[in-house]
T-cell receptor, first 116, second 113 residues
Framework: NAGVMQNPRHLVRRRGQEARLRCSPM?????VYWYRQLPEEGLKFMVYLQKENIIDESGMPKERFSAEFPKEGPSILRIQQVVRGDSAAYFC??????????????FGEGSRLTVL | SQKIEQNSEALNIQEGKTATLTCNYT??????LQWYRQDPGRGPVFLLLIRENEKEKRKERLKVTFDTTLKQSLFHITASQPADSATYLCALPASGGSYIPTFGRGTSLIVHP
């Protein structure tokens, strides 16, 4: 029973390039969350999606960041024109719809983005 | 929105002792509070959830309390082991209308053999 799968685990980009981070939720989970963790800081919520819908994007920067969770395939967090400040660990989590009201999340191992 | 406070200083204890970690929140009383464990370079792992109408929850060597008057949760690990060394994160809903967990910065626990 595979857990939440994220790839790539490590990604290096130069300033101005695009970064695409992928997340496949646990089997049967239809809710996906993205969090960002900066060094020595806590997890910061970015966006919550269900299949084909963005439910809450209150934590997403207004520019350069976007997220999707298509009907088929993984959820993708896209960062355009990356800057050094985007360097962080990006975690994806999923939850089973029936447990959504408890907020219990299952996390992937994260994608670590380094912007040179 | 909710502000969550966890001790930023690492907690160092001796193997076999009970570790106690604190999570304080500042605003409204949440419907639930969760604790996660995070190891270096890994994703957080869910440990326990306690609801607003529960005062205490136990799971093996773990115990969580929830005091809505003090706006505080305590997380205890009894008979601690070096393998318990990790960062422990507290999480609760960001606001009254949301159930999406918002996380504290976490407290690092180091158990010495």
């Amino acid at each position: 029973n595979a857990g939440v799968m994220q790839n790539p685990r490590h990604l290096v980009r130069r300033r101005g390039q695009e970064a695409r981070l992928r997340c496949s939720p646990m089997k049967g989970h239809s809710h996906v969350y993205w969090y960002r963790q900066l060094p020595e800081e806590g997890l910061k919520f970015m966006v919550y999606l269900q299949k084909e819908n963005i439910i809450d994007e209150s934590g997403m920067p207004k520019e350069r960041f976007s997220a999707e969770f298509p009907k088929e395939g993984p959820s993708i967090l896209r960062i355009q024109q990356v800057v050094r400040g985007d360097s962080a660990a990006y975690f994806c989590a999923s939850s089973l719809s029936g447990q959504a009201n408890t907020g219990e999340l299952f996390f992937g191992e994260g994608s670590r983005l380094t912007v040179l | 929105s909710q502000k969550i406070e966890q001790n930023s200083e690492a907690l160092n204890i001796q193997e076999g002792k009970t570790a106690t970690l604190t999570c304080n929140y500042t605003n409204y009383s949440p419907a639930y509070l969760q604790w996660y464990r995070q190891d270096p370079g890994r994703g957080p792992v869910f440990l326990l959830l306690i609801r607003e109408n529960e005062k205490e929850k136990r799971k093996e060597r773990l115990k969580v309390t929830f005091d809505t008057t003090l706006k505080q949760s305590l997380f205890h690990i009894t008979a601690s082991q070096p393998a318990d060394s990790a960062t422990y994160l507290c999480a609760l809903p960001a606001s009254g209308g949301s159930y999406i967990p918002t996380f504290g910065r976490g407290t690092s626990l180091i158990v010495h053999p």
